[in-house]
């Protein structure tokens, strides 16, 4: 099992730190920033929804066309409904993953 200096962690003292090693600590949070085709949205929300793990799903306006939040007890999980799930949706184009450090 891999060690972490818990205290540097919550205080942003150590960059450095892997982020399976975080996990260890933390509940794993993700913000997922999506962009899709035009005209597309309404569709990809209500499939985002059904996804085990996503616990939120905004239409929002800017560089991004959807935002998603994703929480499990383990990073691999996010990791996996991102590539196996969130990713093989027809008419998604790209993907941000923002992982939260600190809560």
Do not use: W
């Not at 975080?22 to 059904?50: G, R």
């Not at 929480?71 to 409904?81: L, Y």
């Amino acid at each position: 099992m891999v060690q972490c200096n818990t205290k540097s962690i919550r205080h942003g003292i150590d960059p450095s730190v892997d982020i399976v090693c975080i996990s260890n600590y933390i509940m794993a949070t993700s913000f997922v920033l999506i962009n899709c085709e035009f005209n597309s949205e309404k569709d990809i929300i209500e499939q985002l929804k059904s996804i085990d793990g996503i616990e939120q799903v905004y239409g929002v306006f800017g560089a991004y066309d959807i935002l998603a939040k994703i929480e499990s007890e383990d990073i691999k999980k996010i990791r996996g409904t991102i590539t196996a799930k969130i990713r093989k949706i027809k008419k998604i184009s790209s993907t941000l993953t923002l992982v939260v450090i600190e809560e």
